[in-house]
C-alpha cells in the first residue's frame, strides 16, 4: 500500500520576504501588499502597470506607487534600469560550502593615479605681514575697506589674514571676495569660518570673475528662496536642508515651476501613504507630473483614480529569468516613487 500526502492548495507556493511581514505589514498599504504578492507569484513574468492594475482593481498610479514602496523599502533593486529582488542584509558571515570550486585568479587591480595632494593652506599672516601687504596693494587695501563697511565693524586683524590667503592661495580676485562676503551677511552668515568655506568652494567651481560670482549668487539665492517656501508647506521652517533638498526644491520651483497646491498634493500623497516625509518620493511625484503635463490639483487626482482597461496578462506567459527591463523601467519612470 502507498501512502501519499494531499497537500492540497499547497502544491504550489511561492516564497514571500520575512521582512514583508517583520517590518512593512503593519505599514504597507493593501495595494502595496496585493502588488508584491502579484509580482512574486509571477516573478520572471511580463508584467505592465495595466495588466496588475486591471488583475487586482487598482489604477495605474496606485500600482506604480506600490512598485516603488517596495523598492525604497530595499526589498526590490534597480540594477543598470532592471528591477530584481534585492539581496538580503546578513548579519553574520556566510559558511563556506566545503566543496572548492576552481576558479581563474583575479586579475591585479590596475593602479589609479592619485591626484597630486594640495600642500596644508598656508598659516595666517602676522599683524606685520598684513599690514605690509595691504599697503602695498591699493586692490586689497580697498577690499579690506569694503569688507569693513559690510561687518559693519572694524575687520581684526586674523580676518584680514584669512582673507588674504583666500586672494593669494585660492586665487579669488578682490571683487568677488567682497561679493561672496556681502552674500554671506545678508543670509546671516557673518563668521569667517562660513566665508572661509564658501570662498574655497568657490575657487574649487572656478567662479573666479564678477559675472561668475554673480551668476553662483543668483543661483543661491533662488535655491533659498524655494527652500523658504516648500519649508513653509511643510511645516520643517526650523532647519537648513540638505544638499540633496536643496537641489530637489529648486528643480520644483525654478526648473519644473510648480506652484504650492501641486508640490502640497505631493507631499500630502506621500505623507497619506507611508506617514513620513521623503524628499525623494516628493520629487518623484512632481517629475511624473512634469513629463504629463498634469499641473492642477484636480488633474493630480483624475489621474490617480483612472482604472486601467483590459485584460490580466495570460497566466502561462512565458517566464524569463529575471523581471523584464524594459516594462519595469516604464514603470518606475511613469510611477510616484514610495518612501519609507
Known sequence: ???????????????????????????????????????????????????????????????????????????????????????????????????????????????????????????????????????????????????????????????????????????LPADVIVMLVQYAVSIGKSNMAYIEKMAISWASDGIDTHEKAERKICELDERRKAWNRVSRLFGIEKRPPSAAESEAVSRWINLWQFEDDMIREAYDRCVDSTGKVRFSYINKILERWNAQGVRTPEEARKEKNEKPSGKPAAADSKRKTSYDINEFEKMALNGDLMMK
Open 1 to 171: 500500500m502507498k501512502y501519499e500526502l494531499e497537500l492540497g492548495a499547497w502544491n504550489q507556493v511561492f516564497a514571500v520576504p520575512a521582512a514583508v511581514v517583520d517590518r512593512h505589514l503593519k505599514m504597507a498599504g493593501s495595494a502595496q501588499l496585493k502588488v508584491l504578492l502579484w509580482l512574486l507569484r509571477r516573478a520572471g513574468q511580463e508584467n505592465d502597470p495595466e495588466a496588475i492594475g486591471a488583475a487586482l482593481g487598482l489604477s495605474r498610479a496606485d500600482v506604480c506607487d506600490a512598485m516603488q514602496y517596495w523598492i525604497e523599502a530595499g526589498l526590490i533593486r534597480e540594477s543598470g534600469g532592471e528591477l530584481m529582488p534585492a539581496a538580503p542584509e546578513r548579519e553574520n558571515a556566510a559558511v563556506q560550502p566545503d566543496r572548492k570550486t576552481e576558479t581563474a585568479p583575479a586579475p591585479a587591480p590596475a593602479k589609479e593615479e592619485k591626484a597630486p595632494r594640495r600642500p596644508v593652506r598656508p598659516r595666517l599672516l602676522d599683524p606685520a605681514e598684513v599690514a605690509a601687504r595691504i599697503n602695498s596693494d591699493e586692490e586689497l587695501r580697498c577690499m579690506m575697506d569694503a569688507v569693513q563697511s559690510i561687518f559693519a565693524r572694524p575687520v581684526s586683524t586674523p580676518e584680514m589674514g584669512a582673507l588674504l590667503n583666500l586672494h593669494d592661495w585660492d586665487g
